[in-house]
């Protein structure tokens, strides 16, 4: 078998990297260990940055995303009792966010992809990268006990956190990575969210967020020790501890089943360089960024965006100039967002090894950014996504 990109994992940046490809006529298969159904109902983050939708809009893959997904003009930052609103529209020229689940994401990129003829093999075993230093590189993988083999022009690395391809860099390669001392429980629940917008919680028994999916479906975390047993949180208990960190003004969490239930720990990784010869890494296969910001998926976007750009670039014209620039344009982004997921990150939650003095640090800058404009325009300039370059 041939292609020209061969796309190993169908998540977010894989399954839209096809998409790319496609519409500049360029030829790619992608190979996911899952099947499709397990990557469709991951239950994941769901806060699209406005480049993002913007991107969506323009390929033509945002139908159901405008019917149902939530822009959001404002959050709220929760501590001592008070909830303070970031305009964040009225702060970047109508900049907005919106929310719209990770799942429902690669659900219509998945559909769209099969209905334009795209190649998307799930549930491939033994996927093994070979040659990328070469410029014939080949994937190895075994679908229904058949083993395949696919020649290439490029690999894309788009296998998250947990896949193959970062293996295959050079000891040269960087990898900078920060633990942080919690992790984040998430619930999906059948219940009214707490309110229209979202609410980031600064409180003494951690951090706490208040999202939601629907008018009738609440997505809300709890920051939690990151070797807490899930065993240990009866719903009861997940909903007291919302109650405590959440509820203010009168202001109450609203109940129901809890339809989904896991604990994911916080880290911040990136790798550097985001390249190895005819190998280009991009999403989670490359950086990592702790939840608060909301960036994961709109970072693995932007990666796919200039890969596109930069492959379409060579095809058409031989020249390898966006392919040498891709690592850094990438990366440029990277620690931005690292930078801004990783303050979000250190306003919001309690730290163990915290004395007095450093939790009256955190109260300073949450009231600066509450209180001065310039400190609060650039929350919500770094929230809505700056521009891409
Ligand atoms: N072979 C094939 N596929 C693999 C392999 C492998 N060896 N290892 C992992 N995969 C698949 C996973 O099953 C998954 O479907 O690669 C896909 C990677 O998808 P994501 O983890 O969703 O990563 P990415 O597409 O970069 O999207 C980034 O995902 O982690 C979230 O919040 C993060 O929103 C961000 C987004
Ligand atoms: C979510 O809705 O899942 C969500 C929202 C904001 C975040 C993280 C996750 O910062």
Not at 102 to 124: I, N
Not at 321 to 329: A, H, K, N, P, V
Not at 339 to 347: E, V
Request: glycine share 8%.
């Amino acid at each position: 078998m041939r292609t020209q990109v061969a796309i190993v994992g169908a998540g977010p940046a894989g399954l839209l990297l096809s998409h790319l490809l496609h519409r500049q006529g360029i030829d790619s298969v992608v190979v996911e260990r899952r099947s499709r159904e397990y990557v469709e109902q991951r239950v994941r983050a769901g806060v699209l940055e406005q480049s993002t939708v913007d991107l969506l809009r323009e390929i033509g893959l945002a139908d159901r995303l405008d019917r149902e997904g939530l822009p959001h003009h404002g959050i709220a930052l929760l501590f001592d009792g008070v909830a303070h609103r970031i305009p964040m529209s009225d702060l970047t020229g109508g900049r907005a966010i919106t929310v719209y689940g990770q799942q429902h994401v690669v659900r219509d990129l998945t559909e769209a992809r099969l209905a334009t003829g795209g190649q998307v093999y799930f549930e491939a075993d033994d996927v093994t990268v070979l040659d990328v230093t070469s410029s014939t590189p080949r994937v190895r993988f075994t679908v229904e006990g058949r083993s395949t083999e696919l020649e290439c022009d490029i690999v894309a690395g788009c296998d998250g956190f947990h896949g193959v391809t970062r293996g295959l860099l050079p000891a040269s390669a960087r990898f900078l990575e920060r633990e942080y001392p919690f992790g984040w429980l998430g619930i999906l629940a059948a219940a009214p969210p707490v309110d229209d917008e979202l609410i980031y919680a600064y409180h003494e028994r951690g951090f706490a967020l208040a999202s939601l999916r629907s008018p009738t479906i609440s997505r809300l975390y709890l920051q939690v020790d990151p070797t807490e047993d899930l065993a240990e949180w009866p719903d009861q208990r997940i909903w007291d501890e919302l109650g405590t960190r959440i509820g203010h003004d009168g202001r109450s969490v609203n109940e129901g089943p809890i339809l989904e239930k896991s604990i994911v720990p916080m880290r911040s990784f990136v790798c550097e360089p985001m390249r190895h010869g005819r190998l280009f890494l991009a999403g989670d296969a490359a950086h990592i960024v702790p939840p608060t910001g909301a960036k994961g998926l709109n970072l693995a976007v932007h990666d796919v965006h200039v890969l596109a750009a930069a492959l379409s670039h060579w095809y058409a014209t031989g020249s390898e100039t966006g392919l040498d620039e891709y690592s850094t344009t990438c990366l440029n982004r990277v620690w931005r967002v690292q930078h801004f997921s990783w303050w979000m990150t250190s306003m919001l939650h309690r730290f163990p090894q915290h004395d007095a003095f450093q939790q009256q640090l955190q109260r300073a800058q949450l009231e600066y950014v509450v209180s001065s404009p310039a400190a609060a325009t650039s929350l919500a300039e770094n929230y809505v996504g700056l521009p891409w370059s």
